[in-house]
């Protein structure tokens, strides 16, 4: 039932996007080949397997394209991290439940429920700003929708509150998934003010292939 108001909610922030943004929604548009599962595999970069946070990787080549795109349009050079991935569970929130359920729990499950072959949909690309020092800071992301990172947040939780936890210490739908493409500055969070969702966005997304029709 949450689920379902969420995808409302986001349908009217998408709508309400359309008729209330600066930038009337123009698209950017992205190939939809450079998102399948198969590139899915191996990180965008090397890393070390995370110990206090849980990640999607994404193949790095069709969001590297729009943060490129983007940066023409807004006329800015952006810092970026040269990798995409979805956070699933942030650091701050792990810290909560870290007492009960560890970061390898955690991935177990993460991989018995697939998430490595996750579906997902990208919404729109978001902005995100806040005054830094009389300077204006800028976050971008694409808004991304997946009700299967929603089901592996309910499923973690479950985990905590078997094992003793209490269900308001992590709420799975408190969750705006989203990628980074890139910020002026530092990227910024929902610490800092800032929710990535769509009611942020500024550019709707469309596949090439659409677009060329």
């Known amino acids: 039932m949450m689920r379902t108001f969420h995808g409302f909610i986001i349908s009217l922030s998408l709508t309400a996007c359309a008729s209330s943004s600066p930038y009337k929604l ?3 548009h992205y190939n939809e080949s450079d998102l399948k599962v198969s590139s899915r595999s191996i990180a965008s970069v090397d890393h070390k397997s995370p110990s206090n946070y849980l990640s999607l990787d994404l193949p790095y080549t069709a969001f590297e394209k729009l943060r490129v795109d983007l ?5 800015v050079s952006l810092q970026h991290r040269g ?10 929130e792990y810290k909560k439940i870290q007492k ?7 991935q177990a499950l ?6 490595k072959k996750a579906p997902y949909k990208l919404l729109c ?3 995100g700003s806040l005054e830094d020092r009389g300077h204006k800071e800028s976050t971008y992301y694409v808004v991304v ?8 947040r309910k499923a973690v939780q479950m985990l905590y509150t078997s094992k003793g936890g209490k269900a308001q210490d992590f709420n799975p739908e408190a969750f705006h998934p989203h990628v980074t493409l890139g910020f002026t500055k530092r990227d910024l969070h929902l610490e800092d003010g800032i929710t990535k969702d769509a009611s942020s966005c500024i550019y709707s997304l469309r596949p090439e292939e659409t677009a060329k029709n």
């Open 26 to 28: 123009s698209s950017l």
């Open 71 to 75: 940066e023409k349009s807004q006329h």
């Open 83 to 92: 990798e995409a991935h979805i956070t699933v569970i942030t650091p701050p």
């Open 100 to 106: 009960k359920v560890s970061m390898k729990e955690i």
């Open 110 to 115: 993460a991989d018995k429920m697939d998430l």
């Open 125 to 127: 690309v978001g902005q």
């Open 145 to 152: 929708e997946s009700d299967r990172l929603f089901q592996i």
